[in-house]
């Protein structure tokens, strides 16, 4: 290849980069968001996501999103071992429910929620963000996080087991509509 020829793919490969990076930008910012829990925790894990695809864009196939999507829970776990569980202390009693009526109660039990999947390990927090946020099947999930369904199914088994014991939705009014 004469080094016009890879002067051209170059160019070719930034256009379709940069194209995927404005499509999927949002979804990836989304997904990382509800991995890390912090904004700006979520924008580095896609730019450095964004990165490691880019170093293997001429390498990646039709799936380039999953293989994004896949560094970016990657990257995550990586980042929390390194960091440790993190800073959360628990504080005092919550304040009391609120009135099903209000309309602003729903924002409680999106906190609960919230927090409730803070405390899952990452890989289970990963898979209930790609099965139930994403909507992703329980294949798509797998091959994601690079495991078999099996394991997403236990881990998802798992994390439900968890949500369901976890003592701050007892506080929390159901909701009949």
């Not at 930034?14 to 979804?27: G, K, N, P, Q």
């Not at 609120?98 to 927090?125: S, V």
């Not at 798509?140 to 701050?168: E, H, N, Y």
Request: charged fraction near 30%.
């Amino acid at each position: 290849m004469t080094s016009a020829d890879e002067e051209g793919n170059r160019v070719t490969d930034r256009e379709e980069f940069d194209e995927f990076v404005a499509r999927t930008w949002h979804r990836l910012l989304r997904t990382a968001y509800l991995l890390a829990r912090d904004w700006a925790a979520a924008e580095d894990l896609v730019q450095t996501a964004l990165i490691r695809a880019w170093l293997a864009w001429p390498r990646l196939g039709a799936e380039r999103e999953a293989y994004v999507r896949r560094i970016l829970v990657n990257l995550h776990v990586s980042w929390w071992r390194r960091r440790g569980r993190g800073a959360e202390v628990p504080t005092g009693t919550p304040p009391e429910p609120a009135d099903p009526r209000d309309p602003i109660g729903g924002a409680d039990e999106r906190d609960t929620l919230w927090r409730a999947l803070g405390r899952l390990p990452p890989r289970q927090r990963a898979v209930v963000v790609l099965r139930y946020f994403e909507d992703l099947t329980e294949a798509q999930t797998a091959q994601t996080l690079g495991c078999s369904v099996g394991t997403v199914k236990s881990q998802t088994s798992k994390a439900l087991a968890r949500l369901r014991v976890d003592d701050s939705f007892a506080a929390v009014p159901e909701t009949r509509g």
